[in-house]
């Protein structure tokens, strides 16, 4: 899928599946779908993020993004998303628990409404379905959900 | 797309490997740098040196050690964690910073070459408390920071709390060894 991507245009998107619902990133961003390796935690006070994996030598964290896309964390998931994150200082890998196969796809960015969420950039048209687009850096600084909230400090392993 | 490529300088290389001391609170490993550490007594041995301090404001501060007419702060590494209560068996007595660090135990030394700059991802108390990460055996295990167990108002708090005489280098919290 790598090389696939690294063809891409600015109209290719990244289909990610968590539970039973798709999302899409725009593929510029996404670097690699990586195995289900060992999730490594310790204590911190970041809501989103769960711990963080070691890929090709770099430590990568890991967001739980299903409590804020799902309203709920996802305990089964079979490959990491890795994408780039921008930050003030610069950027980095993130990774995203992901359910299934990703799948790559063109498609045309229909604009979000004013009422979106800020962490939905706009959808896709694929077949019948309509996508809802990621605004990555958007979602991975969002707040989670109260009752995630509250596992600050909770150190994972 | 290549994001390796654009995170180069983030993994800081040590020009010399680190001895660290591995040791655990609550089943959770850490690493220290060996020379960040005065020494290592157990609990047991402190229990006729340490006084407890009465109305501590900071929780994870409950007793005071007198060495070389300094007063260091006990601190329990499980409460500065946000980890689940354990029963602490040694004591870390750091070097140039007056605080004692109460953990499970060592697990044992090792040699470090490489610490990694904690990700950006982490954004809350842990870029005071760690130095970065380091990679050990198939660990990522996080590097103190010996400085971060108390802040500067901490130590004033403590002080306070204490009716400690104040001088300029206690209220900093360092001393010359």
């Known amino acids: 899928m790598i090389a696939e991507i690294q063809n891409a245009d600015a109209d290719t998107y990244v289909l990610l599946q968590l539970a039973n619902r798709r999302f899409a ?6 670097s690699e779908l990586a195995p289900p390796v060992r999730l490594h935690t310790f204590p911190h006070t970041s809501p989103l993020v769960s711990g963080v994996i070691v890929r090709r030598g770099r430590i990568v964290p890991v967001y739980d993004v299903a409590s804020i896309l799902l309203g709920r964390s996802s305990s ?10 921008n930050f003030p200082d610069g950027s980095e890998g993130s990774a995203i628990p992901v359910s299934g196969e990703c799948e790559l796809v063109n498609a045309k960015l229909q604009e979000a409404s004013e009422n979106t969420r800020p962490h939905i950039s706009g959808h896709l048209l694929v077949g019948d379905e309509s996508i809802e687009v990621l605004n990555f850096d958007a979602l991975l600084a969002s707040e989670p959900a109260p009752h995630n909230a509250s596992r600050r400090v909770e150190a994972q392993s | 797309m ?14 010399h490997s680190e001895q660290m001391i591995l040791f ?3 089943n959770r490993m850490f690493a220290i740098a060996a020379a960040a550490v005065q020494e290592i007594r157990s609990t047991d041995s402190l229990a006729v040196s340490a006084n407890e301090i009465e ?10 050690l007198e060495r070389s007419h300094q007063t260091y702060y006990v601190v329990n590494a499980g409460a500065h964690f946000g980890l689940p209560v354990t029963r602490p068996t040694l004591v870390l007595i750091l070097r140039q910073l007056r605080v004692a660090v109460l953990v ?11 610490i990694h700059a904690l990700p950006l991802a982490f954004a809350g108390e842990e870029r005071r ?15 103190i920071q010996p400085a971060g167990f108390l802040t500067t108002d901490e130590f004033h708090r403590l002080d ?18």
């Not at chain 2, 306070?160 to 060894?177: C, T």
């Open chain 2, 129 to 143: 408390w760690y130095r970065g990460l380091t990679y050990i055996d198939d660990h990522v295990i996080p590097v």
């Open chain 1, 25 to 30: 990133l725009p593929s510029a961003i996404v």
């Open chain 2, 24 to 26: 655990t609170v609550a």
């Open chain 2, 2 to 15: 290549k994001i390796a490529a654009q995170e180069k300088g983030k993994t800081r290389r040590a020009r």
């Open chain 2, 55 to 64: 109305h501590s404001e900071i929780l994870k501060v409950r007793h005071t």
């Open chain 1, 76 to 85: 089964v998931h079979r490959f990491y998303l890795i994408a780039r994150r």
């Open chain 2, 104 to 114: 499970d135990r060592i697990e044992r030394m090792a040699e470090i070459a490489v």
């Open chain 2, 160 to 177: 306070s709390a204490i009716n400690a005489v104040p001088a300029p280098r206690h209220l900093l919290g360092a001393f010359q060894a």
